[in-house]
């Protein structure tokens, strides 16, 4: 059984290790020489959402809300009690809301990524793998549509949501939202993985490394769908537990931050390594770098140094 303060501290240290892979993400952006595209915004936008969330899930685990077991018998509430289950049980609909959003902003940094490697890789450009993109970010519309459509009118009235005298009606336990944002995405991960797993299988895998990190890529897409199924049936096994759907919400916004992030970071890193490389080897090259008299002929040497610049 998760306790309050288990999904308190889960939610404070899963938002921080969140921000902090995404300032990574940005930073190594900054060392990046081509041309501008919208993952920064999207980068800052989830920034702002895991900010906002931390203080939405602080009062709302405080609080409590009307979906929770732990409210206790109706009739032993006063009047300051209901004003606190009608708060938290309004935050718990925000913070609903705000990590659905999140974990959109993900799957679109995910497919920005993918896309990339497409459109730089024209021997892989296959008419069916734009088209799946394509078709990808239809998905990615239209389930956001329909989940913040049943996270808003799964109860209606809307005050159903916070009611618990004489009892709370069912749907304050959000079970449609809950499995339509599951299905939803798994839906999108699986997508996801029909469009990775070609690319990766085209690459020239040369060493053992290199078989690693292409395995590793296909898996980050697994790790998703198998959090997204542990949640749905902690959650459904817990009653809906706002207690318990905090807690699993953490946890897979930081899994789903890496799984979207990862494979940004590491093409960035690397690709920063291998310019410092090339910095080095150029000047290595230079006659002056070693306080050496140039004697070769000036077209020797735009030869060498041309070379270096076109080497591997």
Avoid at 23 to 47: E, G, H, K
Avoid at 106 to 126: D, E, H, M, N
Avoid at 141 to 162: G, H, N, Q
Avoid at 290 to 310: D, F, I, K, Q
Wanted: hydrophobic share 45%; proline share 4%.
């Amino acid at each position: 059984m998760i306790t309050v303060k288990q999904a308190g501290d889960s939610n404070w240290a899963c938002a921080a290790l969140s921000i902090f892979i995404l300032l990574i993400r940005l930073a190594v952006y900054r060392n990046r020489q081509n041309a501008f595209d919208v993952s920064p915004m999207l980068c800052v936008a989830s920034i702002l959402i895991v900010s906002t969330r931390i203080t939405v899930n602080y009062y709302l685990l405080r609080d409590g809300s009307a979906n929770d077991p732990q409210s206790g018998s109706p009739g032993s509430f006063d009047a300051e009690d209901y004003a606190a289950i009608k708060t938290g049980s309004i935050l718990s609909i925000v913070a609903r809301l705000l990590i659905t959003t999140y974990y959109w902003l993900q799957v679109s940094l995910l497919l920005l990524f993918y896309s990339r490697v497409v459109y730089s890789r024209i021997v892989y450009k296959a008419r069916w793998i734009t088209n799946t993109i394509r078709f990808c970010w239809l998905t990615i519309f239209t389930s956001y549509v329909a989940v913040i459509l049943t996270t808003c009118l799964e109860c209606r009235p809307f005050k159903l949501y916070w009611l618990v005298k004489p009892h709370p009606n069912g749907c304050v336990r959000a079970y449609i939202q809950l499995f339509t944002q599951g299905v939803a995405n798994i839906v999108l991960d699986l997508i996801l993985l029909v469009i990775a797993v070609p690319l990766v299988l085209k690459w020239r895998i040369r060493t053992l490394s290199e078989n690693l990190r292409v395995g590793l890529l296909v898996m980050l897409g697994t790790i998703c769908i198998i959090v997204t199924c542990i949640r749905l049936d902690y959650i459904h096994g817990a009653n809906s537990s706002q207690v318990a759907r905090s807690f699993w919400a953490s946890i897979q916004m930081l899994v789903s931050t890496f799984v979207a992030n990862a494979p940004t970071i590491y093409g960035s890193l690397k690709l920063m390594r291998r310019r410092r490389s090339d910095q080095l080897a150029r000047r290595a090259s230079r006659p002056e770098a070693w306080g050496m008299v140039a004697e070769t002929a000036p077209e020797e040497r735009h030869v060498t140094v041309e070379n270096v610049e076109l080497g591997p």
